[in-house]
């Protein structure tokens, strides 16, 4: 097997490069997580809650935060088919942990994780791209970098896919292949692109991942006669910080995120407020609010916290790299992070007023919640009133975009616009559309893109053993 990649072996790894390397994916408790993580010590077990994630919990969480319209198949196939994805890549040599730091809340002497997704691949991102590297080399796969897929080959007559036209620093070549899979992400480092398919102002968004995902293999097969389905318009977004680079650092990595604002209150440059920071957990909103942060005045926005949670903040409010002001007051705080002071001002009175009494609890839904404002803080509303607070500036940073290709879901075979799947031709991963639409649930990329992948592996596998056969 061969696999093309654009980028230098340097810079390798694409999106799962930067990833957390979070992964969702259903569970009944902690008998299933030590399978996946099997070093979990029985201390360990004792001082922590894990719960359970139940393949109904899975499915109602993508259906709900999609709006409804996550194609049901494709959902059947994630949901159904993560759990012993998990466990085979487990048996091709990945490791896990669980995620202490991000996805779990001391309550009540336990270490008690929410949200879903709560195990990270060991390294995060950097350590799960090099692990799947290492088990794909163990495994006779070459990698052949910096060669771009440039086109599809097809036969002129069936139509079957037949190879790919490469360039490469050599030049072009034509490498043929008895099944092709596309895995080449979305198109959210492509500005034209994201204009012209998300709206103005997306060339500005900042791209958190790899510069490499520019749509290629999207357009490609579009041109073949491709179906084009999933929500075009729309992209996992999410607040970065403000002076980020245009395109992800590999040093840094995810960190550049700051995603604790349902511990505090997130407002824009007039010192307003534009969304509700506790509308649900995290991992339900904050692939939607970087495309909110695009909207406000310059595509910035301040999250504010005071001594109440800034012990809570994620590690990533820790590092050099971070874009943040300090202050002993509100107006303080608005000059040190170029907010109109008047307008914070009233906003944060009007938020502490609409506060209401009640038990704070970081890793449930708690019901703490704001009355008489627009947006209301849903939950964790506490005030704003222990000082000294700090505040950190962000922007939009794009992550994948939701619009791709159209694909039959138990193989992973692309459809044509006849709803015919093209022989020869797979896609898995960022540029397959429909199951994600206007938002996400954290720590689904990765799993999709591992179950539909094997998915296509397999079939292609299967066929490129067919085609030999014949
Ligand atoms: C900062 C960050 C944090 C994230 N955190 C998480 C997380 O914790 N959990 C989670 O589930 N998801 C996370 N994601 C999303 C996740 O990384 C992606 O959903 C996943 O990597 C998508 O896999 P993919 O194979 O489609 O794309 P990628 O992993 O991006 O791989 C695509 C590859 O294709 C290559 N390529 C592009 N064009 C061509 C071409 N023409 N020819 C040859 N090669 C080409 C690219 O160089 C790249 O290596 C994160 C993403 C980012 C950027």
Same mark, same amino acid.
């Given at each position: 097997?061969?696999?093309?990649?654009?980028? &230098?072996?340097?810079?390798?790894?694409?999106?799962?490069?930067?990833?957390? !390397?979070?992964?969702?994916?259903?569970?009944?408790?902690?008998?299933?997580?030590?399978?996946?993580?099997?070093?979990?010590?029985?201390?360990?077990?004792?001082?922590?809650?894990?719960?359970?994630?139940?393949?109904?919990?899975?499915? &109602?969480?993508?259906?709900?935060?999609?709006?409804?319209?996550?194609?049901?198949?494709?959902?059947?196939?994630?949901?159904?088919?993560?759990?012993?994805?998990?466990?085979?890549?487990?048996?091709?040599?990945?490791?896990?942990?669980?995620? $202490?730091?991000?996805?779990?809340?001391?309550?009540?002497?336990?270490?008690?994780?929410?949200?879903?997704?709560?195990?990270?691949?060991?390294? !995060?991102?950097?350590?799960?791209?090099?692990?799947?590297?290492?088990?794909?080399?163990?495994?006779?796969?070459?990698?052949?970098?910096?060669?771009?897929?440039?086109?599809?080959?097809?036969?002129? *007559?069936?139509?079957?896919?037949?190879?790919?036209?490469?360039? &490469?620093?050599?030049?072009?070549?034509?490498?043929?292949?008895?099944?092709?899979?596309?895995?080449?992400?979305?198109?959210?480092?492509?500005?034209? @692109?994201?204009?012209?398919?998300?709206?103005?102002?997306?060339?500005?968004?900042?791209?958190?991942?790899?510069? *490499?995902?520019?749509?290629?293999?999207?357009?490609?097969?579009?041109?073949?006669?491709?179906?084009?389905?999933? *929500?075009?318009?729309?992209?996992?977004?999410?607040?970065?910080?403000?002076?980020?680079?245009?395109?992800?650092?590999?040093?840094?990595?995810?960190?550049?995120?700051?995603?604790?604002?349902?511990?505090?209150?997130?407002?824009?440059?007039?010192?307003?407020?534009?969304?509700?920071?506790?509308?649900?957990?995290?991992? $339900?909103? $904050?692939?939607?609010?970087?495309?909110?942060?695009?909207?406000?005045?310059?595509?910035?926005?301040?999250?504010?916290?005071?001594?109440?949670?800034?012990? @809570?903040?994620?590690?990533?409010?820790?590092?050099?790299?971070?874009?943040?002001?300090?202050?002993?007051?509100?107006?303080?705080?608005?000059?040190?992070?170029?907010?109109?002071?008047?307008?914070?001002?009233?906003?944060?009175?009007? $938020?502490?007023?609409?506060?209401?009494?009640?038990?704070?609890?970081?890793?449930?839904?708690?019901?703490? &919640?704001?009355?008489?404002?627009?947006?209301?803080?849903?939950?964790?509303?506490?005030?704003?009133?222990?000082?000294?607070?700090?505040?950190?500036?962000?922007?939009?940073?794009?992550?994948?975009?939701?619009?791709?290709?159209?694909?039959?879901?138990?193989?992973?075979?692309?459809?044509?616009?006849?709803?015919?799947?093209?022989?020869?031709?797979?896609?898995?991963?960022?540029?397959?559309?429909?199951?994600?639409?206007?938002?996400?649930?954290?720590?689904?990329?990765?799993?999709?893109?591992?179950?539909?992948?094997?998915?296509?592996?397999?079939?292609?596998?299967?066929?490129?053993?067919?085609?030999?056969?014949?």
């Amino acid at each position: 097997m061969l696999v093309l990649e654009k980028a &230098s072996e340097e810079e390798r790894g694409g999106n799962t490069f930067f990833s957390g !390397g979070g992964f969702r994916f259903p569970y009944r408790g902690i008998e299933d997580i030590r399978t996946v993580i099997p070093d979990l010590s029985d201390d360990e077990i004792a001082g922590i809650d894990v719960g359970a994630y139940t393949e109904a919990d899975m499915r &109602s969480d993508l259906v709900r935060v999609t709006e409804g319209l996550a194609e049901p198949a494709l959902v059947d196939q994630l949901v159904g088919t993560a759990f012993p994805t998990v466990q085979w890549m487990r048996d091709l040599g990945l490791r896990w942990v669980l995620m $202490y730091g991000r996805q779990a809340y001391k309550v009540e002497g336990k270490l008690r994780f929410w949200g879903g997704m709560i195990t990270e691949a060991v390294g !995060g991102g950097s350590g799960l791209s090099e692990q799947l590297f290492q088990a794909a080399t163990k495994h006779g796969v070459e990698v052949r970098y910096s060669s771009k897929a440039a086109g599809l080959l097809s036969d002129e *007559h069936t139509g079957r896919v037949t190879g790919v036209h490469v360039k &490469s620093p050599d030049g072009f070549e034509d490498i043929e292949a008895a099944a092709v899979v596309l895995a080449a992400g979305g198109f959210e480092a492509n500005a034209e @692109m994201r204009t012209r398919y998300l709206g103005s102002g997306w060339e500005l968004a900042k791209v958190r991942g790899t510069r *490499h995902n520019t749509g290629d293999a999207i357009q490609m097969a579009l041109q073949m006669g491709a179906q084009s389905f999933g *929500h075009w318009s729309s992209a996992h977004a999410v607040a970065w910080d403000l002076n980020a680079p245009p395109t992800g650092n590999r040093r840094v990595g995810d960190l550049y995120q700051k995603h604790s604002y349902p511990l505090g209150v997130i407002v824009n440059m007039d010192g307003e407020r534009f969304v509700d920071e506790g509308a649900d957990l995290r991992n $339900y909103t $904050y692939a939607k609010y970087g495309r909110e942060i695009l909207k406000q005045p310059f595509g910035v926005a301040f999250q504010l916290f005071d001594q109440q949670t800034v012990s @809570m903040l994620r590690d990533e409010y820790r590092i050099r790299e971070i874009t943040k002001g300090e202050s002993d007051t509100i107006r303080g705080l608005a000059d040190a992070l170029g907010i109109d002071p008047d307008g914070l001002d009233r906003t944060v009175e009007a $938020y502490n007023a609409a506060c209401q009494q009640g038990t704070f609890d970081p890793a449930a839904l708690d019901g703490l &919640s704001t009355e008489g404002i627009d947006p209301p803080k849903s939950n964790w509303a506490l005030p704003l009133n222990q000082p000294p607070y700090f505040g950190v500036a962000v922007t939009c940073g794009i992550t994948f975009t939701f619009g791709g290709l159209k694909i039959v879901p138990t193989t992973g075979q692309v459809l044509d616009t006849e709803e015919r799947p093209m022989p020869g031709l797979y896609a898995a991963g960022e540029l397959v559309g429909g199951l994600f639409y206007h938002n996400y649930a954290g720590g689904t990329g990765l799993m999709a893109g591992s179950v539909f992948g094997r998915t296509a592996g397999y079939a292609a596998a299967e066929a490129a053993l067919g085609a030999r056969a014949d």
